[in-house]
Protein backbone atom coordinates (compact mmCIF):
# COMPACT_ATOMS: atom_id res chain seq x y z
CA UNK A 1 0.00 0.00 0.00
CA UNK A 2 3.01 2.49 0.94
CA UNK A 3 4.62 1.76 -2.00
CA UNK A 4 1.63 2.59 -4.27
CA UNK A 5 0.88 5.52 -2.43
CA UNK A 6 5.04 6.73 -3.29
CA UNK A 7 4.23 5.78 -6.49
CA UNK A 8 1.20 7.80 -7.00
CA UNK A 9 2.51 11.17 -5.82
CA UNK A 10 6.00 10.36 -7.96
CA UNK A 11 3.63 10.21 -10.89
CA UNK A 12 1.47 13.32 -9.48
CA UNK A 13 4.29 15.33 -8.84
CA UNK A 14 5.69 14.45 -12.86
CA UNK A 15 1.97 16.04 -13.96
CA UNK A 16 2.43 19.05 -11.79
CA UNK A 17 5.60 19.75 -13.01
CA UNK A 18 4.67 19.10 -17.04
CA UNK A 19 1.88 21.45 -16.12
CA UNK A 20 3.92 24.19 -15.29
CA UNK A 21 6.16 23.86 -18.08
CA UNK A 22 3.39 23.97 -20.12
CA UNK A 23 1.80 27.10 -18.53
CA UNK A 24 5.13 28.79 -18.94
CA UNK A 25 5.69 27.27 -22.56
CA UNK A 26 1.99 28.76 -23.60
CA UNK A 27 2.83 31.91 -21.79
CA UNK A 28 5.79 32.47 -24.16
CA UNK A 29 4.07 31.79 -26.98
CA UNK A 30 1.45 34.41 -26.24
CA UNK A 31 3.88 36.97 -25.51
CA UNK A 32 5.81 36.63 -28.62
CA UNK A 33 2.92 36.40 -30.73
CA UNK A 34 1.11 39.56 -28.48
CA UNK A 35 5.10 41.15 -29.27
CA UNK A 36 4.72 40.28 -33.15
CA UNK A 37 1.75 42.10 -33.29
CA UNK A 38 2.55 44.92 -31.33
CA UNK A 39 5.84 45.61 -33.20
CA UNK A 40 3.41 45.56 -36.36
CA UNK A 41 1.04 48.10 -35.55
CA UNK A 42 4.35 50.29 -34.22
CA UNK A 43 6.67 49.44 -37.33
CA UNK A 44 5.73 52.79 -39.15
CA UNK A 45 6.28 55.10 -36.38
CA UNK A 46 8.77 57.99 -37.21
CA UNK A 47 10.91 59.81 -35.28
CA UNK A 48 9.84 63.61 -34.17
CA UNK A 49 11.56 65.47 -31.15
CA UNK A 50 9.07 67.20 -28.70
CA UNK A 51 5.84 67.30 -30.35
CA UNK A 52 3.81 65.08 -28.16
CA UNK A 53 3.14 67.66 -25.74
CA UNK A 54 1.67 69.73 -28.95
CA UNK A 55 -0.58 66.46 -30.00
CA UNK A 56 -3.98 65.63 -28.97
CA UNK A 57 -3.99 62.23 -29.12
CA UNK A 58 -7.25 60.56 -29.98
CA UNK A 59 -6.91 56.83 -29.30
CA UNK A 60 -8.71 53.81 -27.27
CA UNK A 61 -8.97 50.26 -27.67
CA UNK A 62 -10.87 47.04 -26.89
CA UNK A 63 -10.45 44.58 -24.30
CA UNK A 64 -7.99 42.41 -24.93
CA UNK A 65 -6.30 44.27 -27.69
CA UNK A 66 -2.58 44.63 -28.42
CA UNK A 67 -2.07 48.08 -28.20
CA UNK A 68 2.06 48.91 -28.02
CA UNK A 69 5.20 48.08 -26.67
CA UNK A 70 6.86 48.83 -23.33
CA UNK A 71 10.45 49.36 -23.72
CA UNK A 72 12.69 48.59 -20.49
CA UNK A 73 16.42 49.85 -21.67
CA UNK A 74 17.77 49.12 -17.92
CA UNK A 75 16.33 45.48 -18.39
CA UNK A 76 16.83 45.11 -22.27
CA UNK A 77 13.61 44.26 -22.49
CA UNK A 78 10.68 44.61 -24.81
CA UNK A 79 6.91 43.55 -23.84
CA UNK A 80 3.68 44.27 -25.45
CA UNK A 81 0.58 45.92 -24.41
CA UNK A 82 -2.40 44.93 -24.03
CA UNK A 83 -5.68 46.93 -23.28
CA UNK A 84 -7.00 45.12 -19.78
CA UNK A 85 -5.42 43.93 -17.03
CA UNK A 86 -7.23 40.21 -16.20
CA UNK A 87 -5.14 37.22 -16.68
CA UNK A 88 -5.64 36.57 -19.76
CA UNK A 89 -4.17 39.81 -20.66
CA UNK A 90 -1.39 39.55 -18.33
CA UNK A 91 -0.85 36.08 -19.68
CA UNK A 92 0.52 37.37 -22.92
CA UNK A 93 2.10 40.88 -21.72
CA UNK A 94 1.61 44.04 -19.44
CA UNK A 95 -1.75 45.12 -19.06
CA UNK A 96 -3.37 48.68 -19.57
CA UNK A 97 -5.57 49.37 -16.74
CA UNK A 98 -9.22 50.22 -18.10
CA UNK A 99 -10.45 53.62 -17.27
CA UNK A 100 -6.99 55.02 -17.25
CA UNK A 101 -5.58 57.31 -20.32
CA UNK A 102 -3.32 56.49 -22.98
CA UNK A 103 0.09 57.88 -23.18
CA UNK A 104 -0.17 61.79 -24.55
CA UNK A 105 -3.71 62.01 -22.97
CA UNK A 106 -2.51 64.15 -20.18
CA UNK A 107 -3.87 62.45 -17.12
CA UNK A 108 -2.55 59.32 -15.41
CA UNK A 109 -1.41 55.97 -17.17
CA UNK A 110 -1.57 52.70 -15.45
CA UNK A 111 0.00 49.43 -16.42
CA UNK A 112 0.20 46.00 -14.73
CA UNK A 113 2.36 43.11 -15.09
CA UNK A 114 3.39 39.99 -13.20
CA UNK A 115 6.40 39.97 -10.99
CA UNK A 116 7.68 36.57 -12.08
CA UNK A 117 7.13 36.98 -15.62
CA UNK A 118 7.24 40.28 -17.94
CA UNK A 119 8.42 42.44 -14.71
CA UNK A 120 11.50 40.40 -13.74
CA UNK A 121 14.30 41.56 -12.09
CA UNK A 122 11.94 44.55 -11.14
CA UNK A 123 13.51 45.35 -8.26
CA UNK A 124 16.84 46.28 -10.06
CA UNK A 125 15.32 49.38 -11.66
CA UNK A 126 16.53 52.42 -9.86
CA UNK A 127 15.27 56.18 -9.73
CA UNK A 128 16.39 57.70 -13.20
CA UNK A 129 15.64 54.39 -15.25
CA UNK A 130 14.01 54.80 -18.48
CA UNK A 131 10.57 53.11 -19.32
CA UNK A 132 9.72 54.07 -23.35
CA UNK A 133 6.11 54.10 -24.61
CA UNK A 134 5.75 53.02 -28.33
CA UNK A 135 2.60 53.46 -29.75
CA UNK A 136 0.89 53.37 -32.98
CA UNK A 137 0.33 56.92 -32.63
CA UNK A 138 4.06 58.02 -30.99
CA UNK A 139 6.81 57.15 -29.16
CA UNK A 140 6.69 58.21 -25.40
CA UNK A 141 9.67 58.67 -22.86
CA UNK A 142 8.99 58.79 -19.57
CA UNK A 143 12.06 58.85 -16.53
CA UNK A 144 11.58 56.65 -12.95
CA UNK A 145 10.98 59.61 -10.20
CA UNK A 146 9.37 57.64 -7.08
CA UNK A 147 8.26 54.36 -6.08
CA UNK A 148 6.16 53.18 -3.24
CA UNK A 149 4.50 49.60 -1.63
CA UNK A 150 1.39 49.79 -0.75
CA UNK A 151 -1.35 46.38 -0.02
CA UNK A 152 -2.60 44.63 -2.62
CA UNK A 153 -6.31 45.84 -2.10
CA UNK A 154 -5.33 49.32 -2.34
CA UNK A 155 -7.01 51.36 -5.21
CA UNK A 156 -5.93 55.23 -4.13
CA UNK A 157 -2.79 54.80 -6.40
CA UNK A 158 -5.41 54.94 -9.46
CA UNK A 159 -6.67 58.59 -9.32
CA UNK A 160 -7.12 61.71 -12.18
CA UNK A 161 -4.28 63.91 -12.08
CA UNK A 162 -5.29 67.08 -13.22
CA UNK A 163 -4.12 67.13 -16.71
CA UNK A 164 -0.51 66.50 -15.54
CA UNK A 165 0.28 63.02 -17.33
CA UNK A 166 1.99 60.37 -14.89
CA UNK A 167 2.90 57.07 -16.45
CA UNK A 168 2.12 54.54 -12.94
CA UNK A 169 4.11 51.19 -13.43
CA UNK A 170 2.03 48.18 -10.53
CA UNK A 171 3.43 44.74 -10.08
CA UNK A 172 2.74 42.43 -7.15
CA UNK A 173 5.41 42.24 -3.86
CA UNK A 174 7.31 41.24 -2.50
CA UNK A 175 9.38 40.01 -5.88
CA UNK A 176 9.61 36.73 -4.31
CA UNK A 177 6.90 35.66 -2.67
CA UNK A 178 5.49 32.43 -3.29
CA UNK A 179 1.61 32.46 -4.30
CA UNK A 180 -0.53 35.20 -3.81
CA UNK A 181 1.70 38.35 -2.83
CA UNK A 182 0.23 40.57 0.11
CA UNK A 183 1.36 44.00 -1.41
CA UNK A 184 1.80 45.97 -5.02
CA UNK A 185 5.21 47.99 -5.95
CA UNK A 186 4.64 50.76 -7.65
CA UNK A 187 6.40 52.77 -9.96
CA UNK A 188 5.61 56.16 -10.65
CA UNK A 189 7.54 58.19 -13.59
CA UNK A 190 7.25 61.32 -15.13
CA UNK A 191 7.74 62.36 -19.26
CA UNK A 192 10.98 63.47 -20.42
CA UNK A 193 11.44 67.42 -21.99
CA UNK A 194 12.00 65.96 -25.35
CA UNK A 195 9.77 63.03 -26.87
CA UNK A 196 8.65 61.55 -30.01
CA UNK A 197 5.33 61.52 -31.27
CA UNK A 198 4.26 61.05 -35.07
CA UNK A 199 0.31 62.57 -35.06
CA UNK A 200 -2.01 60.04 -37.44
CA UNK A 201 -5.26 59.61 -38.72
CA UNK A 202 -6.24 56.91 -36.28
CA UNK A 203 -9.08 55.48 -38.78
CA UNK A 204 -6.17 54.89 -41.72
CA UNK A 205 -4.18 53.22 -39.03
CA UNK A 206 -6.66 50.33 -38.42
CA UNK A 207 -7.35 51.50 -35.16
CA UNK A 208 -10.44 52.42 -33.67
CA UNK A 209 -11.66 55.82 -32.55
CA UNK A 210 -13.81 57.36 -29.63
Request: charged share 25%; net charge negative; hydrophobic share 40%.
Amino acid sequence: MQKKLSFLLVILGGLIVLYSLWQMFDMKISQKKALQEAQTKIGHIEKKTELAQKIDVDFSAEKGEVIGVLEIPTLDREIPILHGVDEEELKSGVGHYPGTVFPGQKNQIVLSGHRDTVFRKFGELEIGDLFIVKMPYGEYEYIIDNTKIVDAEDLTIIAPTDGKEVLTVTTCYPFQFVGNAPDRFIIYAYPKMSVSALPIDVQAAGLPAR
